[in-house]
């Protein structure tokens, strides 16, 4: 389907077009092989959408696209703020499509979505 005519979700994440991704989240934490946590997240988007550490920019620019057409699924309000749950579907750099779950953040006296972490979701 092309861009253009698809259509913003009705419940897709507030502020989508400020969201945030660093790039420690991904290069140094969701794509590092040798990361103590992110290691097992990392082997995943590897061997299911062909996304290493080098290739960070691409997946924040693939997740930021597909952004505004999913549903953001309230998790709650605690103390750090409102988050939300979103699972995009995404193409590889090897042609697979595959589930990724992404979580958000908006802090406090903030209006802008900060990614908190993302997987590979589970078939």
Known sequence: ?????????????PNYDKAVISRDKLEGYVLNPAHDEGKHKARVFKSALGFGQSD???????????????EAIPQGEGLWGRKYRVILPIVGLNASKAGVETVWIIRPKTDFPTLVTTLVAKR
Do not use: T
């Not at 389907?1 to 994440?13: D, G, K, P, Q, T």
């Not at 691409?58 to 930021?64: A, D, N, S, Y």
């Open 1 to 13: 389907m092309a861009e253009n005519s698809r259509s913003i979700h009705s419940h897709a994440l």
């Open 56 to 70: 960070w920019e691409e997946l924040k620019r693939r997740i930021l696209d597909e952004l505004p057409y999913q």
